[in-house]
């Protein structure tokens, strides 16, 4: 991309400067709990982790951020998945509730997280953890 700076002088345009610019496309973002995308964790871990992070790996930019508008956390109850919707990053009540009552090696995913960004918002994807 080439930037042209010009300027009005008595009464007429004059183009002062001309500078060729690189573009860097803004990467899609990784959904990440305490670090991680997946694997075992800690009950722990999740709740002082405090919510979804929508991470810009490898990205230069540190002033352009995705945040975690909702995401959807779904356990398993018996025989039937237990879907407990969230807005925002933070964890609701209801989801550090069934953090709390999770059990070793029992699994927990977290989909449809919806993050807000350059462009809007975006899909980025889902998350499984099994409790350590």
Do not use: C
Not at 88 to 116: P, Q, W
Request: net charge positive; hydrophobic share 35%; no cysteine.
């Amino acid at each position: 991309m080439v930037i042209t700076v010009s300027a009005e002088i008595d009464g007429k345009r004059k183009r002062i400067r001309s500078q060729k610019f690189r573009i860097m496309p803004v990467p899609p973002p990784t959904a990440k709990i305490a670090g991680k995308i997946s694997g075992r964790i800690r009950t722990s871990d999740m709740l002082a982790s405090g919510g979804v992070d929508a991470v810009l790996e490898n990205f230069i930019m540190d002033n352009i951020k995705y945040v975690v508008k909702s995401y959807t956390f779904v356990t398993q109850d018996g025989l039937y998945a237990s879907p407990i919707p969230n807005t925002g990053r933070n964890f609701n009540d209801r989801v550090k509730d069934k953090i709390r009552s999770l059990k070793r090696n029992e699994r927990l995913t977290i989909e449809n997280i919806i993050a807000t960004g350059p462009g809007g918002d975006k899909n980025i994807g889902s998350l499984v953890f099994t409790i350590n």
